[in-house]
């Protein structure tokens, strides 16, 4: 991983503006044998140019085969080693939502679902009922109060709400109590002496949200994932020196960019050219912004090949407006690889392209793609080398030793 | 190295097949400057096309520049550190010939010498005696016993045999008494306080053992080396989920099968294709199939270029009988390099493919060779990354974190 405490000491303040730009899912694999990729098959000029002038490769998002999820994948863009530090979903959503979630208050992801009368989980998502539904159940909800905790219970999208407990001697090591099949909600189970009494307030709050919850339909139960608590992070601005900011549309990448302390802007729009916008409405207000962008790994997941390939060139013919910046080091990569073969996330490694007019070496690649990212000047790397790479060719760097 | 715990959190079994092929010693340098190594001037369309359909690199064995012994070699193939999980010679013999070492055994690896009458060693290899030879001098020595321990006296092969003694408190922390010069057996040396009577007992036995051969010729003495202990290695089926059997022709490396817990299939005949019918012939039986061809260390060691790449031939001309049977992934792969230019093992980094139809990208390497290698979408990594990398492509790995 990068190495804070070493950073800290070479870190030099400049004017330099560094933006890291993260097609989610970018990376792909062919459809048929020796076939392009996502990337490869998309009409991207601006983004080859930039991998013709500037330097690509291909990083590993945590380790050699392991298929990361969003959270890790991008703790390591930021230079966390994803292993060192686990953040539970628990914590993602809540953050994700906008919830101000504190030190010592231990979240949980809640699923509305669907029972059978004999109490068996039939319907893991309650039939995927909509947002307004979900919040008024999460407002039917909330009137359950615990003794000696303050509570929240937070709508986040379609069947998905957030339960946050804040009070005194938490602790969030309390297992799940959704049981991936047909059988009941499972109690939450402590998996610690200590988080016995955490474990007992979510048993006691969840047998009261059952009763309210009894004749709703479909959504008539609940279940509990991924409690956790705010594992304290070093914080990006402080780590980096750099005003950071997040870019980002979905709830999950504003939660961890908020975990690891950059400011969040809000905005208007959805778009790619919605996001450059943003950047450019903020540009002197910030030296680093994270930008995200959501819909390659969406039509990866569906295993739309073409559509994975639209959304690239959405992000390419948007991509002049964040140019006009000049900022003094691009990085365009994504989080994961999301093949559309696949449908779903998975280990290959992610093209990477590192633009630093002026800095940078040439490379024979002359497009951005898979392929060509195998002959690129930053090789095959892990992902939390590309913010000390950020950092030197915007010359925010001193020498190490004398 | 690989993160056994963390892989053991993300393992899912399902029914795909992995065959590892490690052909000993496979990577080579060329014989004139600019030629082909052993590996390219071999003619192997079977494994060309494989390199052209999935993706190679080179795997560094233990650390960039280690020449590494067998052991330690195939140990990072497997996923160990060898520099972590470092393994006795007497160990590895003692198992190649299916002992049955037990935790807690102390073994060393015997050689049969000549002395002269000064008692000077005048041939390590006692003229290298035939197999026949070492059995009757085993014979002899066997009722030889030593109080409060089991022997065993155990031929090998030629002048080579192992000495295992079996009780309690015993410390394999025993230096090796074979002088490597002209000189007489040096005594065996503790190396900790703990481990003085266990030295005192090897001592006492090569006494009684020097009284009892004085009179043979050539083997008239001995040298005891590696002396060792089981290590406990983590279990290679437990750590990765997999039903894993070893197909072998030589002792030694069944011996490290063993000692990683994988089951070892008895078979006859020793051709590459007489190991692929025994792949075949257990197919359903395991999920796991490491599949050693030793003739290309052979033919490296004894510095015969061309029968090197014949030996790799071979390899090829069977391999129709390996693809028949439709692996998930085949790797293949060498533990080290054994260049006939050298004729011995070394350093470089060791030509590897990963075959796995549907999910690998491409590469531009079109043909198995270490300068194609170069070319491929695996780089240069760890040999340690080969069994997660095997398991992505498996998909036998949950998703790291949400």
Redesign the interface.
Known sequence: MADFELLKELITPNQSKIVLLVMDGLGG??RE???P?ELEYAKIPNFDRLANEGNVGLHIP????????????HLALFGYD??QY??G?GV?ESLGIGFDLQPGDVAARGNFCTVDADGNIIDRRAGRIPTEKCVELCNKLRPSTLPGVEMFVEPVKDYRFCLILRGEGLDPRVGDTDPQRKAPPLRAQAHAPEAEPTAALFNEWIAKAREILKNEHPANALTLR?IASDPGLPRFPDVYGLRSACVAVYPMYKGVSRLVGMDVIDFDGDSPADEFATVKAFWDAYDFFFVHIKPTDSRGEDGDFVGKAKAIETVDAALPGLLELKPDVLIVTGDHSTPS??K??????VPALLWAPGVTRRDTATAFG??EC?KGAL??FPATDLMPLALAHAKRLQKFGA
Chains 1, 2 share one sequence.
């Open positions: 694999i062919p044998p020796n076939g990729t945590v380790r050699p085969g392991l298929t990361p999820g969003s959270g890790p994948a994803a292993v686990q953040i979903r993602l991924g073969v696949l779903s996330h998975s280990w290959h490694p898979e392929t195998l090789g095959t």
